[in-house]
């Protein structure tokens, strides 16, 4: 879980995606955050970017749009193969964004 204040746009989430404890090998894939809006309940998708693709290493950079809202905000990472198939990470449940309310 990443932890962060309203409004605070000038971070960067960074993960190192894992399969069994391994890294994923993202060479050739696109690698796009997926969350759902709260205020809306929308799907919400942004390209992520990949830091070390044979390491499974990806950045994010967050926007205003994505910090407004204050509370835990659940995502995963979605991976794009060219062949067409697609991973998510986490497998098991979802990672999470705190967003602690501004003064």
């Known amino acids: ?22 890294p994923i090998d993202l ?3 696109t690698v796009v955050l997926v969350f ?6 929308a ?4 390209a992520a970017t990949l830091a070390n693709a044979l390491a499974g290493v990806v950045n994010y950079k ?3 749009e994505d910090v407004a809202l204050e509370g835990d905000h659940p995502f995963e990472i979605e ?3 060219e062949r067409g198939d697609k991973l998510c990470v986490p497998t ?8 602690n309310p501004a003064l």
Not at 9 to 20: E, F, I, K, P, Y
């Open 92 to 99: 098991e449940s979802h990672a999470e964004l705190k967003i």
């Open 36 to 41: 759902k809006n709260r205020a809306t309940g």
């Open 62 to 64: 967050l926007t205003a």
């Open 79 to 81: 991976l794009r193969r």
């Open 43 to 46: 799907r919400v998708e942004r």
């Open 1 to 22: 879980m990443a932890t962060i204040k309203q409004y605070d746009s000038a971070r960067t989430l960074v993960d190192q995606l894992l399969l069994g404890g391994n």
């Open 27 to 29: 060479t050739n894939a």
